[in-house]
């Protein structure tokens, strides 16, 4: 997961590199998908992310495209 | 064969995890060894089946922790100081899961893809204070992200 400036610099980076286009997100919603996400990472009882509530994070922050979906 | 990691080797997991932070460096499975009073070989294969379950991803072919999410073992182009300590991150998401799961301020430091120059991104009284609206572009689709977590 890359840093950019605009929806253009994306463009001009897939462009160069070839690399997907993907999906690009607000930084300050990365923020907050990142705290949920991580959130309980460093508690003893943490055994790995559930693909449910990866599903529900990916939705609570309308992330619900095909690029989304969880197996 | 894989086989789930133990309830000893989340133990484990656990400690790495404070190590890391404490550190800003991954633990050698020797220091693990140590640390629990068990054989290198032990602490070894804790590591591998901690890595078979995503827990924590060990250099291709290697004993070495490689990524911790968030945090990277080797450098970056993604820091997080906090403190006197300096973490890399593995990404520009990862760079604000840092601060975002130790709850602490921090200033993040980025490649700006395109024009390829650094920014910092202070987090102050608990959320990023950027200099303009940034994007973070995923190329990688959610279904393909554990195939290769090194280029994710």
């Not at chain 2, 968030?70 to 973490?87: D, K, L, M």
Request: net charge negative; hydrophobic share 40%; charged share 25%.
């Amino acid at each position: 997961m890359l840093l950019f400036r605009s929806e253009e610099d994306i463009e001009t980076w897939a462009g160069k590199t070839g690399n997907n286009r993907g999906e690009a997100v607000p930084l300050m919603t990365v923020w907050e998908l990142g705290k949920e996400w991580y959130r309980d990472r460093l508690d003893p009882d943490f055994r790995g992310l559930k693909p449910d509530r990866v599903r529900a994070t990916f939705q609570r922050f309308g992330l619900t495209s095909e690029f989304w979906q969880v197996p | 064969m894989t086989t789930q990691p133990t309830t000893h080797d989340w133990a484990i997991r656990t400690r790495v995890y404070e190590f890391f932070v404490e550190r800003a460096r991954a633990p050698r499975y020797t220091d693990i060894a140590t640390e629990f009073g068990i054989s290198e070989r032990e602490a070894r294969a804790a590591y591998r089946r901690l890595h078979d379950a995503h827990a924590l991803l060990l250099e291709p072919g290697g004993d070495r922790i490689r990524i911790l999410n968030p945090f990277s073992a080797i450098p970056t182009a993604y820091t997080v100081e906090v403190g006197q300590q300096r973490y890399f991150a593995n990404c520009a998401w990862d760079m604000l899961g840092i601060p975002g799961m130790l709850g602490t301020d921090a200033l993040i430091r980025a490649k700006l893809e395109v024009v390829s120059k650094t920014v910092g991104i202070p987090v102050v009284g608990g959320e990023p204070q950027p200099d303009r609206d940034y994007l973070v572009n995923f190329s990688v689709p959610f279904k393909d992200w554990y195939a290769d977590q090194i280029h994710t």
